[in-house]
């Protein structure tokens, strides 16, 4: 019985290259080994170490890809004498990645390790196929999506298997998957004559429609999203891509609804317009203070003298403060009130005490 392994998954994450390492150091290497691959791709430096170490197997090796090698995982199926792919079954083929954070010096350095990365790619594509460099660094640069049959005329598989009974799908979040190849990987048969194969990489809204994304596969991305929002994109058929930007929309409208709201709370309050008859009443009613000021100033000098033993001038005596002390005492009081503003406060004395400003300038007149 053949020695054998799977790929299944991510490389580098579900697939590591030390663990695989380890499995074939186990191994009796004199028996044929069997590698089956279904794989999105990964890590490039574990796929390169997977590479070598399936290249250095001693024994006979077969690779047999089973619906899908994308990215990194076609690199390492190079290295088999024999590779089998399922009819159902794609490559993609395409440039090494990396994320980079840093100054110019990074990136730098980062545009030198991609190009040595992509070199080592290219010569074992061009060892598999016979193709040359130029031929398979433009296929990489492209991003080429290659079914079965298009695989085994170009040398990158020695055979085509017949599909499995129930493909996998680990690889439907790879970006920029046509949709063709997604219906193959879920073994659907072609129309009319083979139309799965897209030769170069296409976004979704390019090849066919997008499948519309469900309420599960919402709610699981965006696992903070409101009910109303999901139930939106589901009634609209949105597709994963579209429900992104529809949550991205949201969430910049949000910022914007809370940046306003934040600009309006830290407004100074607006003071009302100063009501031009409370104005006049304000002058007229400084000229009758001055006049009531004055009359009591009268009273309390008559007082004076009548303890004096001085007989004043004839008044008619009062039992209650003057009208005049009486709309002072109210302004006054209503001061506080509206905060020192002498307009408000004689405003609202007006209003709090019918007849007593009357009653203050007749006082004052007489």
């Known amino acids: 019985m053949p020695n054998e392994i799977k790929l299944y998954g991510v490389i580098g ?30 890590v490039v430096t574990d796929g390169l170490a997977l590479y070598d170490a399936f290249k250095a197997y001693a024994g006979p090796k077969r690779a047999i890809i089973e619906s899908a090698a994308f990215s990194i995982a076609s690199h390492i199926a190079m290295a088999f004498d024999d590779v089998q792919i399922t009819e159902n079954g794609y490559l993609m083929i395409h440039n090494p990645h990396m994320e980079v954070a840093g100054d110019n010096a990074a990136h730098t350095q980062a545009a030198e390790v991609l190009t040595m990365l992509k070199a080592s790619m290219v010569t074992a594509y061009t060892g598999k196929t016979g193709k040359s460099e130029q031929e398979i660094t433009s296929v990489m640069n492209a991003e080429t999506w290659i079914n079965a049959k298009t695989a085994l005329a170009n040398g990158y598989v020695n055979s085509i298997a017949p599909a499995r009974n129930a493909p996998m799908l680990a690889v439907a979040k790879v970006k920029n998957m046509p949709q063709g190849v997604l219906r193959s990987l879920c073994g659907e048969p072609s129309e009319a004559g083979d139309k799965r194969e897209p030769t ?132 006054d009081s209503c001061l506080p009130k509206c905060g020192g503003n002498k307009v408000r406060a004689v405003s609202m004395a007006n209003k709090n005490n019918p007849g007593l400003r009357q009653a203050m300038l007749t006082e004052a007149n007489s």
């Open 200 to 331: 170069k990489g296409k976004s979704m809204s390019e090849s066919q429609t997008p499948v519309a994304a469900s309420i599960s596969e919402i709610e699981a991305a965006f696992p903070r999203a409101k009910a109303e929002f999901v139930l939106k994109c589901v009634k609209r058929q949105l597709p994963m891509a579209s429900v992104l930007s529809e949550a991205l929309a949201a969430m910049d409208e949000e910022n914007q609804s809370l940046k306003a709201q934040l600009a309006k709370a830290m407004e100074p309050p607006v003071e009302p317009p100063a009501d031009p008859s409370a104005m006049e009443v304000e002058v007229e009613d400084d000229e009758m203070m001055a006049k009531a000021k004055a009359m009591d100033d009268e009273e309390v000098a008559a007082k004076a003298k009548a303890r004096s033993g001085v007989k004043p001038i004839a008044k008619s005596a009062r039992s209650a403060p003057s009208a005049s002390v009486q709309w002072n005492n109210a302004i």
């Open 13 to 42: 994450e579900d697939c590591r290259a030390s663990d695989i390492k380890s499995q074939l150091d186990a191994m009796d290497q004199s028996q044929p080994l069997v590698v089956r691959i279904h794989s999105e791709g990964g």
